[in-house]
């Protein structure tokens, strides 16, 4: 009975946060949003073309980070929903500071994407800027943060409380079927620190992820450290991925694109995983 008791309140929680995001994207009058597909600026994306039709525009950045999967579906989406979008290209990968992969690459990632945002929204009349950071990615390490700060750009999901897992509920019950997608960061992501970030090697993580997607898994990564690809599977693929023959799959996939090692993970896939090597003074920063 407690749990039943519980779950009104919960909704009427995230009611009321969405409430908030609503008066708070109205209060604006018009924002470009930074948009990537996925479930967060989706949403907020289309929340504040529900709030405020013409008056917002969508942002989606093309670059040889974003796998062209994630691109046609997030063109798809906006689509779909009538909403007015904008391609742009970014160039970060011609950065020298982005290329050497450090632990402030998405610092310049984002920096890029921003700027760029920031001559678009001169030319088309917008001064506002959003982007879907939720209430979960302040406990983060997420160096993109502190570009965001530094170009004042908006978070009104953080803003209103919203969690990843309330963003979800949300759009489910918006009847956005993007509401379930796995989280897709840039495929710089899946480049070992250090290791310098090119179109060749961005093409390979692509190529091994579309590998492992024909061979029927939902949740991964395929992480680059060179000659070695390091497969991450979600836990509840894993005895599928554990068969001798898909083993032998998954091997001859990878290798056939450039790998010449390839190690299944034995903790599985979780989000973020590359940062595990960075110094706890570099992860106590978080945004900032």
Not at 78 to 96: C, Y
Not at 209 to 231: D, I, K, Q
Not at 243 to 269: P, S
Request: negative net charge; glycine residues 6%.
């Amino acid at each position: 009975m407690a749990q039943t008791a519980q779950e009104p309140i919960a909704a009427s929680e995230t009611a009321e946060k969405l409430h908030a995001l609503e008066e708070r994207l109205q209060a604006l009058g018009s924002v470009m949003v930074a948009y990537s597909g996925g479930v967060d600026s989706a949403f907020l994306a289309a929340t504040a073309h529900r709030v405020l039709g013409e008056r917002m525009t969508a942002v989606l950045a093309d670059s040889p980070s974003l796998a062209r999967r994630d691109l046609e579906q997030a063109m798809a989406f906006a689509h779909t929903l009538g909403m007015p979008l904008r391609v742009i290209s970014t160039d970060e990968l011609d950065r020298p500071e982005y290329q050497r992969n450090d632990a402030n690459r998405c610092f310049h990632c984002k920096t890029e994407l921003f700027v760029a945002m920031e001559a678009l929204g001169r030319e088309l009349g917008f001064r506002n800027i959003a982007y879907g950071m939720n209430a979960d990615d302040k406990r983060d390490f997420r160096p993109g943060q502190r570009a965001a700060e530094e170009h004042s750009v908006l978070a009104p999901l953080a803003e209103a409380g919203l969690t990843k897992l309330e963003v979800r509920s949300l759009a489910k019950a918006a009847g956005y079927t993007l509401w379930d997608r796995p989280a897709a960061p840039c495929l710089s992501s899946r480049v070992e620190y250090g290791r310098p970030v090119t179109r060749e090697v961005l093409e390979q993580v692509e190529r091994g992820e579309e590998a492992m997607r024909s061979l029927g898994f939902h949740e991964f990564r395929v992480r680059h450290h060179g000659p070695l690809a390091r497969v991450e599977i979600a836990r509840s693929e894993m005895p599928r991925a554990l068969d001798m023959a898909m083993l032998d799959r998954i091997t001859a996939e990878l290798r056939a694109i450039g790998f010449q090692y390839v190690a299944l993970d034995a903790a599985g896939f979780r989000s973020g995983s590359m940062n595990a090597i960075l110094p706890v003074d570099v992860l106590l920063r978080r945004g900032a």
